[in-house]
Each structure stands twice: as C-alpha cells, then as structure tokens.
C-alpha cells in the first residue's frame, strides 16, 4: 500500500515541480524567478524525502539538510544583488 | 497496518500541500501573493513528509535529521521570503493594480534607500487609504 502512496506522491510532486517551472520561464521579474527557485528547492527536499522512504538508505536526508540551507544562501545572494547591483525598473 | 495509513496521510498531504504552493506561485497574480504562497505551504509541506518519514523509521538518527530539516527550513524560510520581497519593493516591482495598500508609499526614497517614519504629504497618500 505505502508503494502506491509514494508512486501518487512521487506524480503530484512533479505536477508541482512543472507549474513551479513554468513560473521560472515566464516570470516577468527577476524576484518572481528566485521565488519559484526557492519553491522548487523545497520540492526537491519533498522528492528527497519520499525517495528516502522508498530506498530506505537514510543517508540522503543529509543531501536534503544541505539542500535546504544551500537553497536559503541562493535566495539571500540573489537579494542582495537586486538591491545593490542590479539596475532598477522604476528608472 | 494502522502506521502506514498514517505515513500515506501524511505523506500524501505534504505533496498536496507543496501542489498548492506551485499552483500558487503560477496563479497569484502578484510578487507577494507568490511569496505568501510558496513560504507557507513549502514549510508544511516539508514539515508533514518529515512527520511521516520520523514515523515510518522510528529511529534516533533519521529523527535527529529530520527534526534538523524542518527547523531549517522554519528558520531560513521566512527570512529568504522576507528579504525577497524587499529586494521586490526596492527594485519596483509592481503590485497587483487592486491592491488597496502600500504603507511605504510616500516614505521611501527609491533612490536614497531612506526610510522616513513621519507622515507622508498629503498628495503622496494612497487613494484607498483607510478600512
């Protein structure tokens, strides 16, 4: 029973991760781009974890730990560089 | 029988729940409402698949890391959301045209980055001011 439940998990997970992508190719602002980024992260960190209950090898957990810290240093990299670097719209 | 009902719940409920983050980050019309979407239901959504994956294990270790993931994302998710939407608002991104309120209208300098805590002029106040 629980193989069901990871293989619907495993579709509604990448349902998820083509409409996160689609936000990543259309997005109209930079902003909106790094907002999907960060979602698909956690979609990734999701997949790592079904993954895990699937194989049973615990050992990816520590990949999703590091994902998830690595995916908030994008996030604040990519802000940084839009409020300091990067050109305005409003001009 | 009766725990890996549980562990589908949970597990299946976390999946909807990062569904409905992508959904809305596709469908939201605006860089916040995106925001609100995604950091909400991708901290749940973590946090249930974590909840059926400690269940499922039952052991020391696999909770340790688990219980530091979500605590993780807890942590780095309001932030990385936070700091994206002021990188959104200092860079203009616009908002939705049917926003009623911008309470920063008036007292930032998009320029200067200066904040100014007293009242904006009156012909710098927001139409829809108020309720």
Do not use: C
């Amino acid at each position: 029973m629980l193989e069901y439940t990871l293989m619907t998990a495993y579709a509604i997970l990448s349902l998820a991760l083509v409409l996160a992508f689609i936000r990543l190719v259309i997005g109209p602002s930079l902003p909106d781009r790094v907002v999907a980024l960060e979602l698909i992260a956690s979609l990734m960190i999701g997949f790592i974890a079904i993954y895990t209950l699937s194989s049973k090898a615990t050992a990816f957990l520590d990949v999703a730990m590091v994902l998830a810290l690595t995916a908030f240093l994008a996030a604040v990299g990519f802000a940084r560089l839009l409020e300091k670097g990067a050109h305005r719209d409003a001009d | 029988m009766l725990t890996e009902i549980l562990i589908s719940l949970l597990v299946l409920l976390g999946a909807l729940f990062m569904l409905v983050a992508a959904l809305g980050v596709l469908r939201m019309p605006d860089l916040t409402m995106r925001l609100h979407a995604t950091t909400k239901a991708g901290v749940l959504g973590v946090g249930l698949i974590m909840l059926g994956l400690v269940i499922y294990f039952m052991n020391l270790g696999v909770s340790a890391r688990a219980l530091a993931i979500v605590g993780f994302t807890m942590l780095t998710s309001p932030i990385a959301a936070h700091v994206m939407g002021r990188a959104g608002y200092v860079t203009g991104v616009p908002m939705w045209q049917h926003s009623i309120k911008d309470e920063l209208k008036g007292r930032y300098h998009p320029h200067t980055h200066e904040l100014a805590s007293h009242a904006p002029p009156a012909d710098a106040q927001a139409p829809h001011d108020g309720h």
